[in-house]
């Protein structure tokens, strides 16, 4: 699966977006939700600018977004390692990604930290 993320998100008064400005696997479902929190971020940051003169959003756009779509890469990447089973893994591999799986399935902590990152409920740093 293919993941790709452009740093920074913005060259003087070009602004990217969405796929353009990354690329998450499938298996996460983060890609819509990402493009979407930046085209609502870029707009808010564009309507202070606008209105007041201020750049300091603009400026703050890039970060702002990065830290949600390094979350939402990380975890589709780990989605995608725990619930596809990679044709290169050896029987041990295996054998740990089935482990790891039935400790979500059994864990409230581990479900719950599963649950916040699919629906975007967990904090970024």
Not at 22 to 39: F, M, Q, R, Y
Not at 52 to 81: I, Q
């Amino acid at each position: 699966m293919r993941s790709f993320v452009a740093e920074p998100m913005r060259h003087d008064r070009l602004f990217l977006a969405g796929d353009a400005a990354h690329i998450v696997p499938p298996t996460g479902a983060k890609g819509l939700n990402l493009a979407v929190s930046d085209v609502t971020v870029l707009a808010d940051a564009l309507g202070v600018w606008y209105e007041t003169g201020s750049a300091d959003l603009l400026d703050a756009y890039s970060a702002t977004c990065l830290k949600r779509a390094w979350r939402s890469e990380h975890f589709s990447y780990w989605m995608t390692t725990l619930l596809h089973k990679d044709p290169a893994q050896n029987a041990f591999g295996h054998r740990l990604q089935l482990s790891y799986l039935d400790y979500v399935v059994a864990s409230k902590a581990a479900s719950t930290t599963l649950a916040e990152n699919y629906v975007g409920a967990a904090p970024t740093l």
